[in-house]
């Protein structure tokens, strides 16, 4: 369940109907996870859960947080459903991914909610897309023709903590601009934060070049997995659907199976939300293996992003025989 609470100009009233559920046995809200008797001043909506989780690492206990889209959902297809738009009709601020990635079911969310502090162009509407360095930018103009769902350059950039330092850098910024009474605890921990994430880069890149070029190869189901691979110095030599958003035909599946057989790669690589049949099929045939990552952090379960970094450099490590 998700919790999503009374008026922030209650916060007393909410914090006794939380403790009340907690104690009743009942999960407690993802924002609530760090035991603080601070009553956050802040309502925040990220689309997604690492968004939610870069959030709450810089926000703290000043913050309360709600992810939209949860980490076993596809990011691009997730469902619009009415109740969505009761944390967006509350929140100070909303954190999109940007790039197009939720283009398909955010637009209505927001016009729904009514709320004008969250509108984009506002101060509290934050793309984290304008802070990184975008990958795949077609010079083509944009289009969604061919069912392509990356037109403008690709959106899978949370996976990447060079990407997510530059984000939690710009949410630290934005907290402490719509919460000045807290500005000098948002700026601290950002500053934390964002050493934390550059020094998790450095080591895992580091680790990885350490793997024979061969075992560095991979196949991805989506186009979804360029800033990871980048960061981790990875070469991704197909993917599995021929087009971001176009789901595979038997004739492209052809061709990506005389593309491993050539150079030998024998792991593909997908999130959780992805669809497993085809990919299962070229493992075999190939004498390879499927490794399924985190499609992002549990943040309804408390789990940070961090922690979510482990998870993920550690399943693709062990998959690439390190
Ligand atoms: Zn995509």
Redesign the pocket.
């Known amino acids: 369940m998700r919790f999503i609470g009374s008026s922030h100009r209650h916060p007393g009233l909410r914090g006794a109907v939380v403790v009340a559920l907690v104690v009743a046995g009942i999960a407690a809200p993802s924002g609530w996870a760090a035991p603080s008797k601070i009553a956050p001043a802040l309502q925040i909506v990220a689309t997604l859960p690492d968004l939610a989780a870069l959030v709450q690492a810089v926000g703290g206990p000043h913050v309360h947080v709600t992810a939209l889209a949860a980490p076993n959902q596809d990011?691009?297809y997730v469902d619009p459903r009415p109740s969505l738009m009761l944390p967006l009709s509350r929140a100070h601020l909303l954190v999109v991914n940007g790039l197009q990635?939720e283009q398909g079911w955010l637009p209505p969310l927001i016009r729904g909610s009514r709320n004008s502090r969250i509108q984009p162009g506002t101060t509290g509407h934050l793309d984290a897309s304008f802070f990184v360095q975008r990958l795949q930018v077609s010079t083509a103009p944009l289009s969604r023709a061919m069912g392509d769902?990356?037109p403008g350059g690709?959106?899978?950039f949370v996976c990447d903590p060079r990407a997510s330092a530059r984000v939690a850098k710009a949410i630290g910024e934005r907290l402490a601009q719509l919460d000045p009474a807290h500005a000098a605890a948002y700026l601290a921990q950002t500053t934390a934060f964002v050493a934390q994430l550059t020094a998790i880069a450095k080591a895992q890149r580091s680790r990885f070049a350490k793997l024979p070029v061969p075992r560095r190869r991979i196949v991805s189901y989506?186009?979804?997995l360029p800033y990871l691979l980048d960061w981790l110095g990875l070469q991704e030599v197909a993917t599995v659907e021929p087009r971001?958003?176009i789901p595979p035909s038997p004739a492209h599946t052809a061709t990506v199976l005389t593309t491993m057989r050539q150079l030998g790669v024998t792991v593909l690589v997908q999130e959780e939300f992805y669809p497993r049949r085809v990919s299962q099929t070229l493992a075999k045939l190939v004498k390879g293996a499927v490794v399924v990552l985190p499609g992002g952090a549990r943040f309804d379960r408390g789990e940070t992003y961090v922690a979510r970094l482990q998870r993920t450099t550690a399943a693709l490590y062990a998959a690439l025989g390190g």
């Open positions: 990011p691009h990635l769902v990356h690709n959106p899978h989506h186009r979804s971001p958003g």
